[in-house]
């Protein structure tokens, strides 16, 4: 099996990932579709230990961990491209999944990602998360916030990533990127972040907070005065804050309560559908944390709910509600009505209905 050849075919088919399985031929995802590599042959046990020993490169604490954990997430370089490499057992037989990072990082602005997002990069202390779920473009957005930040601020910003997808050349900022995991920078997510307070950075960007001690140790950096952004596998704002909260015992979570309120600046939760053209549009979910949305966060009883319909009320400081989000896509002819009603509950329909009505009576309005 040639690898090489494999991944320059993907490159040209601007395939987001390379599936290497045994047993099947090569497979590629291009635009969430996947699609068979038919003119190469059927993936043998061996081609699949060979790939294993061209990912890896010799790297003896990778293969280590990779024994030991049974799992192992890398990184390396290909025509100028970053793979982000996910190793793991079936059957006894390493499957890898290649994700392709490509250099040409888009601006916030292609992305689609709402002004005041960037604006809110400006903070000079506190905590900025982005969220969603698998493959909803969570690293790309940050990657983006990150080079908005160098271009426009004189900070030093430190990032912690597993792998490092994007490498950042430093321009009116200095950047250091450090690769977290085995065989990389640092060993852990929370060691790096406490570390990060003897690193004299402005701001912090952590490329995953899964579990309690990376929080603490995040809210530490925040509330000494520091700027932190980092991601979160949560499908909306209210579920990120849910998350937060349970990452610790019943008896803290009034403590903690208060120190999110009180910190946090910002959460974007976003996810890609498919727009009428087969491409891949951003949706938007924003919760600008101001006076209001603090004092629910305080509250002794939280509910999803309650934190939705403050979004959705919150236009005025920023605040997008995903049906909001979903409407002015739909009103803009970016998608179809089934595309947003599938992104929502039956329940919210209605209100989905109504705010699209809203919408283009708004738009009928403005001078032509």
Known sequence: MDVNDILRKAEEMRASDVHFVSGLKPIVRVNRELETLDEYAEITNEDMWEAYDFFLKGNIEKDKSFRERKVLDCSEEFNDIRLRINISYSDGVPVITTRL??????????????????????????????????????????????????????????????????????????????????????????????????????????????????????????????????????????????????????????????????????????????????????????????????????KEKLTASEIEDAIQSSSGNGSIGLINALAELYVSDVITLDQAKAQIEEKNVEILNRTIMQLRMKKDEQPK
């Open 101 to 298: 990072i490509r250099n040409e990082l888009p601006s916030y602005e292609e992305l689609g990602v709402p002004d005041i997002v960037r604006r809110m990069t400006a903070q000079p202390q506190g905590l900025i998360l982005v969220t969603g779920k698998t493959n909803s473009g969570k690293s790309t957005t940050l990657n983006a916030l990150i080079n908005y930040i160098n271009e426009t601020q004189n900070k030093k910003i430190l990032t912690l990533e597993s792998p490092i997808e994007y490498k950042h050349t430093s321009k009116k900022s200095i950047i250091v990127q450090k690769e977290v995991g085995a065989g990389g920078d640092m060993p852990a997510y929370s060691i790096g972040t406490k570390n990060s307070l003897r690193e004299d950075c402005d701001i912090l960007v952590i490329g995953e907070i899964r579990d309690r001690e990376t929080l603490d140790a995040a809210i530490e950096t925040a509330e000494s005065g520091h700027l932190v952004l980092g991601t979160l596998h949560t499908k909306s704002c209210a579920e990120t804050i849910d998350r937060m909260i349970n990452f610790y015992e019943v008896r803290d979570q009034t403590t903690i309560k208060y120190l999110i309120a009180a910190l946090l600046k910002l959460v974007i939760s976003q996810r890609l559908i498919k727009n009428k053209t087969g491409e891949l549009s951003l949706v938007p979910e924003v919760m600008v944390v101001d006076n209001v949305i603090a004092g629910i966060l305080r």
